[in-house]
């Protein structure tokens, strides 16, 4: 396939609080050693995506200035030193920028062959979910058989994926989403439990029911004063993991059930990591998740999908936060 | 040996603030299933026994009221069911409490041969030292060979052992303690540099260096306004182990860097610990610190020794701070 010159991106306009998106044209990124290129389908949208047009959030050296994570796309050049994918192949693939575009550079390593059941544009709502769910919660978290997860923002992109795998992974899973829908649609993918945080304190309702719900592991990107309920909901040897922090990260909080409990507070970001962790993490979701993909077990769940050209009315869609599992850009 | 229904112990009077020790008599503890009976040379002072005898710090479920986590001995008395000790072995042992006595029952698994070279008085000296120190900075801190680890409170019974132990595994090591005095001795012990708190903020003078020295592990036993600070100096993947919180629990401070350095907060208290955890803990020290007590390279660091009828002068030498290593009660 030729590969023209000129592409299109979308491009951040008043980079800042009241930023914009538009399409605008670029150079088509050149293949580098040990490189893909990839002819984008569709990219999924990220909170980081967000932040970085909001300039909170620089990217990394050496990445793309360009916005999105991840893409589903169609190999259509590679390094001669690449064995592992065959030009025509279609995956979806980790960046570590560069999706917001109609052509993107990606690593081999970081890329999945798609199965004939998915959806090739939804194939763009697994990459960031499923590395994002697998480190934070199964490796750090170190989530074993049969215990407990509590995930804040269950509806969310993260969310939704952590549900999936936990419940296949035979955790019990329990859920806070901000609406009755939300929550319903928690449920539905597999929650055990799910709390509308407009309705309930997550921490009264856990430890006023019968059986005094106390959880092994808690995955949160809320922050702010969920911490200290975090802290109190936790069992012996619980652990903490922090992926966002919506609600702020400075927070007040008595240390003294890390240690009375032996608690482990941590967390992650996933763009931060190097790139042989990175690898070390795909190797390991090809091991462990990727042949529940291929079988069907776990799914891409997508909220809505929206052209390149209304890159900023999804964007916007992200920040209502009605939004449940993920928001793709189509490019068409 | 004949053993006295009737023994000494060490009471505590007005349990509170303003508690006072005095000696008086008690039943010598019966010895139960797994147990030996050990005849106390000398007995460990901890931080918890303050605690304890101020009413803070209750002893666990199932264990003895009387205080003393640690002791050195003679096993005079053993249940049928023990093989690892012989009737006339000396040993130093770990104990749930009951220490501060003229007898005590004791888990043999808990129990370590004091080697010839160690004076038996002293030997009192290194069960919670070698504990705390495994655990929390080799187990839960994953401390590895050439890493750089920060040791609050170098001067103390722990932080003394730490520096040793540290130093044997060829660990960068920076303390902090509060006199010039205390700073010479955890250089004497091995640490590479010492900070003195009372003159120099330990951030910006090690920020400040040439080095702008960072640390991977940071065993911190004072809490407060340490926290944050702490999580500036630490590495990408550092570590901060709480083994106390001498300057409070409560505390405010940014989490982002828990994040985006991916930093692990942790902490533990070896009391609260199962006997089987502890009896893990207990192998794990007799097959990679032992053998470096046997042969020398670790030994009991003993600031002073009271007798029994004088654990007031003790305690209060503990509370004033001025002590250098372990404070040893002697059974005469």
Chains 1, 2 share one sequence.
């Not at 709502?125 to 697998?134: G, I, K």
């Not at 449920?187 to 055990?192: L, S």
Request: overall charge positive; some cysteine; aromatic content about 8%.
């Amino acid at each position: 396939m030729k590969v023209p010159e000129i592409m299109k991106k979308i491009e951040i306009i008043n980079q800042g609080e009241n930023y914009s998106l538009s399409t605008t044209n670029t150079q088509t990124p050149k293949l580098g050693k040990g490189e893909v290129l990839l002819k984008v389908f569709s990219s999924g949208l990220n909170r980081a995506d967000i932040f970085q047009a909001e300039g909170k959030y620089p990217p990394p050296l050496g990445a793309s200035d360009i916005l999105g994570l991840e893409v589903s796309g169609e190999v259509i050049k590679k390094s001669s030193d690449v064995h592992t994918l065959e030009i025509g192949d279609k995956v979806c693939a980790l960046l570590s920028g560069g999706g917001y575009a109609e052509y993107v550079t990606a690593n081999p390593e970081l890329c999945f062959h798609i199965p004939d059941h998915i959806d090739t544009l939804y194939a763009a709502a697994l990459p960031e979910a499923l590395f994002t769910v697998w480190f934070n919660i199964f490796q750090l978290g170190n989530l074993k058989e049969n215990e407990t997860i509590l995930i804040h923002g269950g509806s969310s992109g993260i969310g939704t994926m952590g549900i999936q795998i936990a419940k296949l992974f035979k955790n019990k899973i329990i859920v806070t989403a901000g609406t009755d829908e939300k929550c319903k649609a928690c449920i539905d993918f597999g929650a055990d439990d799910a709390i509308n945080y407009n309705k309930n304190d997550f921490l009264s309702y856990l430890q006023s029911n019968s059986s005094k719900t106390r959880v092994d592991v808690i995955l949160d990107m809320v922050g702010g004063d969920y911490v200290e309920k975090n802290l109190k909901l936790l069992k012996y040897n619980g652990r903490l993991i922090f992926i966002a922090f919506i609600n702020g990260s400075r927070v007040s909080l008595d240390l003294l059930k890390v240690m009375t409990k032996k608690l482990i507070i941590t967390g992650s970001t996933l763009r931060s990591q190097s790139i042989e962790k990175k690898i070390e993490i795909a190797q390991s979701i090809r091991k462990n998740l990727w042949p529940l993909v291929k079988s069907g077990n776990i799914k891409p769940i997508v909220d809505s999908t929206y052209p390149f050209c209304r890159a900023m009315n999804a964007h916007d869609k992200m920040k209502s936060g009605e939004h449940i599992g993920k928001i793709l850009l189509i490019n068409k």
